[in-house]
């Protein structure tokens, strides 16, 4: 096992002007289960190619333990990767897909079948190896993939969003077996999505990233209670964040009728983050026209608009945003209707309306 370090890693494609991935700077601890998440484009693939060493290098270096592997070629990296496809090979069994790479290295047939089969144990394939995969199912297909890359015993296992081809129940599923499996093992793993619940329910730690720059590193409980600035906080968490810019006075940010202290270098603006759980009905505050309500059982969810015309979401090209309050589901209002919030104190989060960067 090892650990990974990107160190000013930087890629700029040909015929671009910005970076694809811009000085990132980023330690993946020997045996942790780092994600690195964020929307389409943002660099996360970028990212983990380089690191296997399908991508150049433009700028920077990366180590994997203590060797620079930035000029080394893929196949003398010991790394492994998973990807989005599964790309197995229809004429061969699941046996003969998961021992092929050995084969090619030359490994002797028992040895290969010895970690074959071992292999077949942690991933629930052993009734399976004389199948070939046009007989499997999505979900079994995916760990015959995975198979094929932990026989190998890499240093680092790759995963380049694996469970995108599965259908929603069996990702869920899926998820959970990984980052049991890889708990299971030690293996150093970087494991790359675009699905922040993905990112934060499998990951030891959790890197946002954003037009090729990381915006946070950190466990998936600070990412979500402490967010460095407002694209952290509004990507992370489902529902998502309500962020809201506030005219600030008196060193008050003002949401209608709900208050809320602010530092003095906030400004005449400031960006207010409530999470849906953050608010509370009450008899003054913050006044919402409630426009749907999701019933879901155990929660309810209200969307609404402001009623002060004064207050603006953070995205104000965004006509459909809205804001979220989640709601006593026995007991939620109807569309039409108005309702008032407050909110609780330690649920609030202050951002700067000039860069987003976190204020308290």
């Known amino acids: 096992m090892a650990s990974v370090v990107f160190k000013d890693a930087s890629r700029i494609y040909p015929g671009t002007t910005s970076p694809a991935v811009d000085k990132l700077n980023l330690t993946v601890k020997d045996g942790e289960f780092l994600v690195l998440v964020g929307p389409s484009g943002c660099g996360k693939s970028t990212s983990l190619r380089m690191l296997a060493g399908l991508e150049e290098i433009d700028n920077g270096a990366i180590f994997i333990g203590d060797r620079d592997v930035t000029n080394v070629a893929p196949k003398d990296r010991d790394i492994a990767m998973v990807f989005q496809s ?29 970690r074959v089969l071992e292999a077949a144990k942690l991933l629930d394939l052993e009734p399976y190896l004389e199948r ?9 297909r995916q760990r015959v993939a995975m198979g094929r890359a932990i026989v190998r015993e890499p240093q680092v296992f790759l995963m380049d969003e694996p469970l995108s081809n599965l259908d929603a129940k ?18 150093t793993a970087v494991y790359v999505t675009h699905d922040q619940v993905e990112a934060m329910t499998m990951g030891d730690r959790v890197a946002v990233l954003k037009d090729g720059l990381l915006q946070q590193v950190d466990t998936p409980r600070n990412l979500y209670a402490r967010p460095a600035n407002a694209f952290v906080a509004g990507f992370i968490g489902s529902p998502a964040m309500n962020l809201l810019v506030a005219p600030v006075s008196g060193g008050k940010a003002k949401l209608g009728h709900l208050e809320i202290d602010v530092p ?5 603006l400031v960006i207010v983050g409530i999470r849906p759980e953050g608010f509370a009905p009450a008899a003054a505050g913050f006044e919402i026209q409630v426009e749907v309500v999701e019933e879901l059982g155990a929660d309810a969810f209200v969307y609404g608009k402001p009623i002060d015309t004064s207050v603006r979401f953070n995205n104000a090209s965004d006509e459909s945003a809205q804001v979220i309050v989640r709601w006593d589901p026995k007991s939620p209002p109807k569309s039409g209707q108005n309702v008032t919030v407050s909110a609780k104190g330690d649920a609030i989060h202050l ?3 000039t860069n987003g960067e976190r204020i308290n």
Request: a positive charge.
């Open 132 to 140: 070939k995969p046009k007989a499997l199912s999505g979900g079994q």
């Open 170 to 187: 069996l990702r869920v599923a899926t998820r959970t077996q990984i980052a049991a499996l890889q708990r299971r093992l030690g293996i």
């Open 264 to 268: 003095a270098s906030a400004g005449n």
């Open 86 to 114: 599964y790309a197995l090979y229809p004429h061969m069994t699941v046996a003969e897909n998961m021992g092929f790479a050995l084969k090619i290295a030359g490994i002797a047939k028992e040895e290969r079948d010895r």
């Open 351 to 353: 951002f700067s309306a």
